[in-house]
Nanobody, 124 residues
Framework: QLPLVESGGGLVQPGGSLRLSCAGS????????IGWFRQAPGKEREAVSC????????NYVDSVKGRFTASRDNAKNTVYLQMNSLKPEDTAVYYC?????????????????WGQGTQVTVST
């Protein structure tokens, strides 16, 4: 039912890597920016990254800059978040969101459609 489907989460050791995928489900992502957000237990949902519709612009919050990379393959109607050098504080449910309000925004108001989330756990 949801227009976006996240996958790729799981359990990983500190310092390890995961790649999350966000696929459009009967929903064309070609003209939409995609944001990545996460929510840890007891915390507010926060922005992580975003990527513009053509993949030519990206933004990252300081806490993940240099470790996470957003990319997309519009021919596959899929957006990716490569996460390297993972830390325990990266543990959260990760969500992707799509919207046309800004090319690449790091605020929830820029997005209209959301996925179900995928759990990322970085062990300690």
């Amino acid at each position: 039912q949801l227009p976006l489907v996240e996958s790729g989460g799981g359990l990983v050791q500190p310092g390890g890597s995961l790649r999350l995928s966000c696929a459009g489900s009967g929903f064309n992502l070609d003209y939409l920016g995609i944001g990545w957000f996460r929510q840890a237990p007891g915390k507010e949902r926060e922005a992580v990254s975003c990527i513009s519709s053509r993949g030519d612009l990206t933004n990252y919050v300081d806490s993940v800059k240099g470790r996470f990379t957003a990319s997309r393959d519009n021919a596959k109607n899929t957006v990716y978040l490569q996460m390297n050098s993972l830390k325990p504080e990266d543990t959260a449910v990760y969500y992707c969101a799509a919207g046309g309000h800004a090319p690449c925004g790091l605020v929830e108001i820029d997005y209209d459609s959301w996925g179900q989330g995928t759990q990322v756990t970085v062990s300690t």
